[in-house]
């Protein structure tokens, strides 16, 4: 339901640095974008740190989780154990009408199960997604799948296809979105026996399909959603993150070697910023997790404030442009999404 | 067999421009670092392409082949048809011990595919790999496969690390390589199939192995060998290579925009051509392809003349250093490298 003041439940107790660094976070999207926030998780730790901000004005409530999920926790004991931890607890708000999404930086697997079980898929939605914006040199690119699936099927690619393509345009605003598979080639024929079979199929489908793309393809912005398997996309989306970075502490090394270069880093200091904005990850923080009824950004465990806070607004961005509801119904109306399965299921059966 | 002065055989028709990039790339390799150049291809248009230098003083021989391999040739058609390409004589040349090593930029199925019917493999290696030198924040690492194989078995990755692990001691003069997998979190059991048996290999073995590693690690310089399957590491290096050049024009194009940061780019730019200096991948140019009886280099079709330079550097450098032959010794001896493979397939077998 699309909304000026969306409800965002918010896993306080996940992350890497928990209620310390996810806090803040929120706090700061409340404090810009208007949202309610529902922090969920234990309600000392939470009200020790919200006492450390100021929270006049501000719409607060913490939602009382009773255990924890651990990074070592495997997603089926957590659906049976831990029904109170803080990201099941979460997604029930959600499920509940008292929430209108949520945000995790917890153990990514967790999250997912939760979204499955408690929110429910899209119907005709075989494997929910990881999308992740990435900068460009022109606008925003959508990577998918950035984690959730390690042994996805052809036809998952092309779901996934599917889901971004209607992502790129409630979101982003791409009228007619170029999509393109990752691979090791451009001609059809290059990659895995996976990425051939894909390419069938959204080479059939009504997709704006320009075939296979190539690594260095992602970041030039002549390519808007770029499709592979969860474990390719999340090697890809942390290489590029630890890239930038490091790249950056290099340029930042060498440009405070010498007197004179320092003096130019001081005349030139506006257009560094810009720069490193242009390619700070944190700036994008979440990642939406496709294919749920409901909205779910999944964060980096190891998110510090300003992901947190881009996280919770890309979750309020997502619930006032009724980005869900629109995906539902883009999918739901879609044949295509299931046309090829059933061939093939159909095909297996004769 | 070591020697100062190393007979690079250069498949000239190799690559997207051909003769007129790889003969000048070429040319100034052998003015560097005093290697004969063996030119392999159609002597017209290698002869018209050196006609247009200065190659006084240089050793150069052109090496007549008929035949051109396209991109879309498949590799066992050259094999077949194609006998007197570019390629397949150059790696003759290498066999017949005409030349100590080859240098190609044409299509990398069909330089796997001679290289293994005319060089043949090291004794125990069941697939060769391309590995590829990538910098860091510290010291290069060694990234392998980059592309010599999409659908690699758990004990293929093993070998990779093997002959990778030899590399960077050899060349790179690495005393204990640390080696990691490439996968999607540190923790074990965390990849898909292949990752996760493949780890259980590796902690079994000698080598100096800390588990698995993530893409935002191969950049901090902590890790000297990163081992995936050529599927992954080729989507790897060309986004690391895509997002390193995108990253430079954001730069460039952040820092001209105002008087100020152009004055403060000028003071600053020796600082700004280290940086570009240390991501700039033509720098690395070529990518050996080990596991075989000979030095091959493989470059990108898209290389430029300075790539093609480094790649002729790096062939004569092997030569120089023996690294073939060490690499030969190193893993002729080694019962590790078919050890997991006797022991899969006799388990297989019972």
């Known amino acids: 339901m699309p909304t000026n003041n969306p409800r965002i439940a918010v896993d306080a107790m996940g992350g890497d640095f928990g209620p310390s660094v996810v806090v803040p976070g929120a706090l700061n999207a409340a404090r810009q974008g208007g949202c309610t926030l529902l922090l969920v998780g234990d309600p000392d730790q939470i009200e020790a740190e919200l006492a450390k901000h100021d929270t006049k004005g501000l719409s607060i409530e913490v939602v009382p989780a009773s255990q924890v999920v651990t990074m070592e926790d495997k997603p089926s004991e957590i659906l049976r154990r831990k029904k109170d931890s803080s990201i099941h607890v979460a997604c029930r708000l959600v499920k509940e009408g008292k929430a209108d999404g949520v945000v995790s930086a917890g153990n990514s697997g967790a999250t997912l199960a939760c979204g499955m079980f408690v929110l429910g898929r899209i119907e005709g939605v075989e494997r929910p997604a990881l999308a992740s914006f990435l900068p460009t040199e022109k606008k925003p690119v959508v990577l998918i799948d950035v984690g959730a699936n390690v042994d996805a099927k052809p036809y998952h690619l092309f779901q996934f296809g599917l889901m971004a393509d209607v992502l790129a345009k ?158 539902v119904r883009a999918l739901s109306r879609n044949e295509e999404l299931t046309m090829f399965l059933r061939t093939r299921v159909a095909a297996e059966g004769q």
């Open 170 to 327: 409630t979101v982003l605003g791409y009228e007619k979105p170029r999509v393109g598979i990752l691979s090791i080639g451009e001609e059809e024929g290059k990659g895995n026996i996976q990425v051939k079979e894909a390419y069938d199929i959204f080479r059939k489908s009504s997709l704006n399909f320009l075939g296979n793309v190539e690594g260095r393809d992602i970041f030039t912005g002549d390519i808007d959603v770029v499709v592979c398997d969860g474990f390719v996309g999340n090697v890809a989306l942390k290489l590029s993150e630890g890239l930038a970075t490091s790249m950056g502490r290099m340029l930042k090394g060498e440009l405070t070697r010498s007197i004179l270069s320092k003096l130019g880093t001081v005349l030139a200091i506006g257009a560094l910023k810009r720069f490193k904005r242009l390619t700070d990850y944190a700036e994008y923080g979440g990642a939406p997790l496709l294919g749920l009824s409901g909205i779910v950004i999944v964060c980096h465990g190891k998110s510090n404030i300003k992901a947190i806070n881009s996280a919770v607004d890309m979750a309020s961005t997502f619930v006032k442009n009724d980005a869900n509801g629109r995906l």
